[in-house]
C-alpha cells in the first residue's frame, strides 16, 4: 500500500488549502480512509474520515463547518479542502486508509501564519 500526499504550503490565516491523498496497491474503494494531523508539541488527532461504502463523513469539532472531506474512487484519490484556516491548524497532515490495519502517507505540511 502506498499513499501519497500533496497540497501542503505556506497560506494566511483565512486563506484555503485542499490536500490529495493518491493510493495505490490497495482496493481502494472498499476501504475507509481519513485524515489526521500531528502540531509539535501535541498528539496525532483525527481530523477528517469518509466511509467506503455510502461517504458517509465524520469530522473533529475544531473544523467542522471550514474542512471537507472527499474521495473519488475511480481516481483513486481521497482529498480534504481546508477553508478558513487559522494558525492553529498549522500540522503536518497524514493521510490514512484501512486494510486490515491502519496505513499511513509521508505527511504533507501545513503552515498557517497571521
Known amino acids: 500500500v502506498q499513499l501519497v500526499e500533496s497540497g501542503g504550503g505556506l497560506v494566511q490565516a483565512g486563506g484555503s488549502l485542499r490536500l490529495s491523498c493518491a493510493a495505490s496497491?490497495?482496493?481502494?474503494?472498499?476501504?475507509?480512509m481519513g485524515w489526521y494531523r500531528e502540531a509539535p508539541g501535541k498528539q496525532r488527532e483525527l481530523v477528517a474520515a469518509?466511509?467506503?461504502?455510502?461517504?458517509?463523513?465524520n469530522y473533529a469539532d475544531s473544523v467542522k463547518g471550514r474542512f471537507t472531506i472527499s474521495r473519488d474512487n475511480a481516481k483513486t484519490t481521497m482529498y480534504l479542502q481546508m477553508n478558513s484556516l487559522k494558525p492553529e491548524d498549522t500540522a503536518v497532515y497524514y493521510c490514512?486508509?484501512?486494510?486490515?490495519?491502519?496505513?499511513w502517507g509521508q505527511g504533507t505540511q501545513v503552515t498557517v501564519y497571521s
Open positions: 490514512t486508509i484501512y486494510s486490515g490495519k491502519l496505513h
Open positions: 496497491g490497495i482496493t481502494f474503494s472498499v476501504n475507509g
Open positions: 469518509i466511509t467506503s461504502d455510502v461517504g458517509s463523513t
